[in-house]
T-cell receptor, first 115, second 115 residues
């Protein structure tokens, strides 16, 4: 059974039209992450939540926001998508924050297209 | 600066061949972890192994083996007797001290195993 679930699998939006991607988890993990993976590139961390504490990476554009209403759900909001935001967005969870050996559990990703 | 390099972008082998995926890393930390993740066509990254910087013992798990050498800053992954189901993109990643969850990924190696 899937433990980190991302919906939808494919999302198409228009240039400049806000879009929200969702992630849910059944692991009851404290930490949830959003990674961006552009075509043929390495996944790159955008931000993460430790419980309700939001941690933004320094180079994450302001266009990207996130919400975590409860332990199970986390959302990625892109306020004004540009063509360069087309990518696979991966949600991941972990039990602890900051532990060097922490293993991440990933969802299947949402492939975002911007027309 | 921290960095992970996977020089092999694509590898194609015939089933039952052995194949080695290379990973070279850079970090100033003395405490860190190295990981390998597998990304099949379905999209989710699947954890394969982690190794801490103080443990240079090689590890074998079934057809998979890993060779960690601090002297060359390498953490290579070998699949013995490859199978079609091994076809995927494989990522090597680095986690520095206290930065658990913030994985620094290599570019990935796409492995294609042909029958």
């Amino acid at each position: 059974d899937a433990m980190v679930i991302q919906n939808p699998r494919y999302q198409v939006t228009q240039f400049g039209k806000p879009v929200t991607l969702s992630c849910s988890q059944t692991l009851n993990h404290n930490v949830m992450y959003w990674y961006q993976q552009k075509s043929s590139q390495a996944p790159k961390l955008l931000f993460h939540y430790y419980d309700k504490d939001f941690n933004n990476e320094a180079d994450t554009p302001d266009n990207f926001q996130s919400r975590r209403p409860n332990t199970s759900f986390c959302f990625l909001d892109i306020r004004s998508p540009g063509l360069g935001d087309a990518a696979m967005y991966l949600c991941a969870t972990s039990r602890l924050q900051g532990a060097t050996n922490e293993k991440l559990f990933f969802g299947s990703g949402t492939q975002l297209s911007v027309l | 600066a921290q960095k992970v390099t996977q020089a092999q972008t694509e590898i194609s082998v015939v089933e039952k061949e052995d194949v080695t995926l290379d990973c070279v890393y850079e970090t100033r930390d003395t405490t860190y972890y190295l990981f390998w993740y597998k990304q099949p066509p379905s999209g989710e990254l699947v954890f394969l192994i982690r190794r801490n910087s103080f443990d240079e013992q090689n590890e074998i798990s079934g057809r998979y083996s890993w060779n960690f050498q601090k002297s060359t800053s390498s953490f290579n992954f070998t699949i013995t007797a490859s199978q079609v189901v091994d076809s995927a993109v494989y990522f090597c990643a680095l986690s520095e001290a206290g930065q658990g969850g913030k994985l620094i990924f290599g570019q990935g190696t796409e492995l294609s195993v042909k029958p």
